[in-house]
């Protein structure tokens, strides 16, 4: 599984942008994709995740509403979209990739494939 994340960038307080995530190795049918960030000297954080076959989202409470994740399932391809970006918004974002093996598999944890970071910076 090859996970090639991009779309990072410089913008303004206020400003969008989207990410995009291409996976390729496999089928992913029944996986989670999911997309994390991190700053400096701070661990990795949780951002969103998506079911790849029934398109269920989840969102870390504090991203709900500015933060969109999404997939085309033609080009393999996940995507982050981030609206109203504040400067605490900088930081190296990485998508991730984990097959779901159970019902209850938590979707901000346990991601076994990970693609390089794509770094954001928002200034004010």
């Known amino acids: 599984v090859q996970l090639q994340a991009s779309g990072g960038g410089v913008v303004q307080s206020g400003g969008s942008l989207r990410l995009s995530c291409a996976a390729s190795?496999?089928?992913?049918?029944?996986?989670?994709m999911g997309w994390f960030r991190q700053t400096a000297g701070k661990e990795r954080e949780f951002v969103a995740a998506?079911?790849?076959?029934?398109?269920?989202?989840w969102y870390t409470d504090s991203l709900k509403g500015r933060f969109t994740i999404s997939r085309d399932n033609a080009k393999n391809t996940v995507y982050l979209q981030m609206d109203s970006l504040k400067p605490e918004d900088t930081a190296a974002y990485y998508c991730?990739?984990?097959?779901?093996?159970?019902?209850?598999?938590?979707?901000?944890?346990?991601?076994?494939?990970w693609g390089q970071g794509t770094l954001v910076t928002v200034s004010s």
């Open positions: 190795g496999r089928t992913f049918n029944s996986w989670l």
């Open positions: 998506i079911n790849w076959s029934s398109g269920r989202t």
């Open positions: 991730a990739a984990k097959p779901v093996r159970s019902i209850i598999s938590d979707p901000r944890t346990g991601y076994e494939y």
